[in-house]
């Protein structure tokens, strides 16, 4: 399944989840265990948990960047293919480049 990893000192919710949104056109979002975490880690929000990316050493924590999150998507379901995984991941960036041009419209 797909989520996302968020800096839990730079959460951008919104962001986040219209990233999420977008993937979801593509693919299913991985569902929380039944302790409602992924990998040990509470939810956020639908498909994304934060952590503190820089301490460990996250791609998304690199750039010091507003809009920044970590894709995981693995074709680890009998309704997931590498190209849907490649798929979810161009709806991934589409949704944050949508997202961010969005918010330029609204300033």
Request: aromatic share 6%.
């Amino acid at each position: 399944g797909f989520y996302l990893v968020g800096d839990d000192q730079n959460p951008q919710l919104e962001f986040q989840k219209a990233v999420i949104e977008s993937v979801k056109q593509v693919t299913h979002v991985a569902p929380p265990d039944e302790r409602g975490e992924i990998i040990e880690v509470p939810l956020a929000s639908e498909g994304l948990i934060l952590v503190p990316a820089k301490q460990l050493g996250l791609c998304c924590s690199v750039t010091g960047g507003t809009y920044v999150t970590t894709t995981e998507v693995y074709p680890d379901s009998p309704l997931v293919t590498d190209e849907i995984c490649n798929q979810a991941q161009v709806a991934a960036i589409t949704g944050a480049i949508d997202y961010v041009l969005m918010k330029q419209q609204q300033q």
